[in-house]
Each structure stands twice: as C-alpha cells, then as structure tokens.
Nanobody
Framework: QVQLVESGGGLVQAGGSLRLSCEAS????????MAWYRQALGKQRELVAV???????NYTDSVKGRFTISRDNAKNTVYLQMNSLKPEDSAVYYC??????????????WGKGTLVTVSS
C-alpha cells in the first residue's frame, strides 16, 4: 500500500520560513519523480516544484529563489524549504510521486496535504 505523509505545515508570519517533509512508503522512492503541489481556497491545484530521479529541479515562477525542493532517497523523503513566505503562499500543500515508463505515467500517488497559512 502506497502512502505519502506530509508534515511541517502551520501558521507563520510573512517573511518567515517553513520546511515541509513528505515520507513515502510502499514505492521504490528513488525511481519516482517527486513534486509539491498546492491548492489555495477557491483556486485550482498548481505545481510548485518538482525534483527528478537524479535531482534536477524545476519551480513555478512565483516561488523561484524562495523555495527549494530536495530529496533524500535513503529516507524515502522529499522536502520543500520555503523562505520569505508571502500571504499568497497560503494553501494546502500536497506531495506527489510519479513513475514514468517510456514517457508514460504508470504510477501517480498523492498525500493528503498539509496546511500552510501565512499571515500578513
């Protein structure tokens, strides 16, 4: 049974920092692309950051220079370090794991989310 369990969310003032963690079980973590998505109230879920199997990263423009995604394959864990937080970063943050074979998604797993609230 695949499980992705997020932690680290909470309430922080604007300009502050949080570190989200997502621990995976039931999958071969190292062969999955790992990503963080977020969904603000009344908005669609959006991709925040993704990290490839070899550690390549990509970010949505609004978080570049402020957020850092990383992974520890030995711990089956992906992290999202969030600095200089803004009220518009407030959202439920979801961890996602995807496995590709020949460019086709053959596994797509989600955590239940962790709430981040940034006060102004």
């Amino acid at each position: 049974q695949v499980q992705l369990v997020e932690s680290g969310g909470g309430l922080v003032q604007a300009g502050g920092s949080l570190r989200l963690s997502c621990e995976a079980s039931g999958i071969i973590f190292s062969i999955h692309y790992m990503a963080w998505y977020r969904q603000a109230l009344g908005k669609q879920r959006e991709l925040v950051a993704v990290i490839g199997r070899a550690g390549s990263t990509n970010y949505t423009d609004s978080v570049k220079g402020r957020f850092t995604i990383s992974r520890d394959n030995a711990k089956n864990t992906v992290y999202l370090q969030m600095n200089s937080l803004k009220p518009e970063d407030s959202a439920v943050y979801y961890c996602n794991a995807k496995r590709y074979v020949l460019a086709r998604v053959v596994g797509d797993y989600w955590g239940k989310g962790t709430l981040v609230t940034v006060s102004s």
